[in-house]
């Protein structure tokens, strides 16, 4: 039975898997110099390990093989996962990035940074248990989103333009002044596979998803907060 690419997940009750995860996060830090590693985390498909003999296994021998406040066992598994692959970057001198689901298991390393991107709600999450925390809520900084309900674009996470970016506000958004002191800075983010299937328009489908909305992403980032509309409008249509 062929697999829809979605599915497909590593098996993690062999330990082969880590030793291939080793390699390539060996490889990764010879050629890269960064103090952190991402090592991902989200959307982990379980299916898969649900009916794997070597999974269910692994989740016998652990002896996580019940629901624990809402927690099933393929998800205690992914937290074991996780967990290993944190102490191979541990071992070559790194510190791990991980998606904000990567922290449900309250086990991982406060030394880890969080990428807070399914919600406001789980980036004050992140960073109310300590965590670093890069703020990117799919809801204001996925540009890959369409900017108005008639034209190319995912509206999944919501639909939004360079004005509503600039709207947003830490304190607005609820953060109190320790979980501020947890936010590392904020991040947008585009998909590429979206701007392949453009690639064929006479237009530059990546320039025209990318700005003005940076712009506002931009002032946030430098002021801490953003500016009227009004304002910013009108400095940016004259900017040279």
């Known amino acids: ?5 979605e599915d497909v997940v590593m098996c993690a009750g062999k330990e082969t898997t880590f030793e291939f995860v080793e390699d390539v996060i060996k490889e990764v830090v010879e050629i890269f110099p960064s103090e952190y590693i991402h090592i991902g985390g989200d959307e982990c498909p379980k299916g898969e390990w649900e009916k794997c003999p070597l999974c269910q296994a692994k989740i016998k021998e652990l002896g996580i093989d019940k629901t624990i406040k809402g927690h099933t066992p393929e998800m205690r598994l992914q937290s074991y996962f996780i967990g290993r692959v944190e102490k191979i970057v541990e071992k070559y001198g790194k510190k791990p990035c991980v998606c904000n689901e990567a922290i449900d298991s309250g086990t991982l390393t406060k030394d880890a940074m969080v990428y807070g991107w399914e919600s406001v709600e789980a980036c004050r999450k992140a960073t109310k248990a300590g965590y670093k925390t890069i703020v ?52 947008a983010s585009f998909f590429s596979e979206l701007y392949i299937s453009h690639l064929d328009d006479e237009s530059d489908y990546l ?17 801490g907060k953003g500016a009227e509309w009004d ?9 040279h």
């Open 1 to 5: 039975m062929l697999l829809n690419a």
């Open 136 to 187: 990117m809520p799919g809801t204001y900084f996925y540009f890959d989103m369409r900017q108005s309900a008639r034209e190319p674009g995912h509206n999944w996470a919501a639909i939004f333009d360079a004005s509503k970016i600039l709207k947003f506000d830490l304190e607005d958004q609820g953060f109190t002044e320790e979980e501020i002191k947890n936010v590392a800075g904020i991040q």
């Open 207 to 223: 320039q025209y998803q990318t700005y003005p909305r940076i712009c506002s992403l931009s002032e946030l980032a430098w002021c």
């Open 231 to 239: 304002e910013f409008y009108l400095r940016l249509v004259n900017a």
